[in-house]
């Protein structure tokens, strides 16, 4: 219930690694965010610490992460927030993860091109991956004609 829901906005700085595991698939990756400012002095924009946060994505998230996301894309995250301390080898160790519920390409920096997934085969005749496909009826959206609704443009029609 108290989870820390972030919004980050980055770069992909490892190539996906994905999984099978019992569990479903899982993949996960390393986001960059380094902050940018404006310098006065030099009159030009300066680029200044940079975060680092692994990226865990699962189900299907995590398979098609795999397949569209490449090194040194920009992309959106949207998941809750996991602040991890170790200590290894001596030293403390501290980590943050995104479990991430949400990932796509930040199109203010460029453009994508987005596909349905596709589902596995249902088994069901008729059945389609996408609505309004083969075997799935077209929805009306126009507004039934004696509903007493005003259509403009058209005439009264006489019926015998």
């Keep these: 219930m108290n ?3 972030v919004c980050v906005v980055g770069n992909v700085a ?4 994905y999984r099978e595991l019992a569990a479903g698939p899982s ?4 986001l960059a965010v380094t902050q940018r400012y404006w310098d006065r002095e030099k009159s030009t924009w300066t680029d200044g610490h940079t975060n680092f946060f692994t990226v865990w994505a699962n189900r299907q998230l995590a398979t098609n992460a795999a397949a ?5 894309d920009p992309v959106v ?3 809750r927030l996991k602040v991890r301390s170790d200590v290894r080898e001596g030293q403390n160790w501290t980590s943050a993860d995104i479990d ?3 990932i796509g390409h930040d199109l203010a920096r460029g453009t994508a091109m987005f596909r349905r997934a596709q589902k596995p085969d249902s088994g069901v005749v008729g059945s389609t991956d996408a ?3 083969a ?9 039934p004609v004696g509903d007493g609704a005003v259509q403009q443009g058209t005439e009264p029609v006489a019926v015998t």
């Design 135 to 143: 075997g799935q009826a077209e929805p009306d959206w126009e507004t």
């Design 68 to 72: 569209s996301l490449n090194v040194g």
């Design 27 to 30: 993949a996960r990756f390393r």
């Design 14 to 17: 490892t190539q996906p690694v």
């Design 3 to 5: 989870e820390t829901i």
């Design 77 to 79: 995250v949207q998941g």
């Design 100 to 102: 991430a519920v949400a």
């Design 131 to 133: 609505p309004g496909g």
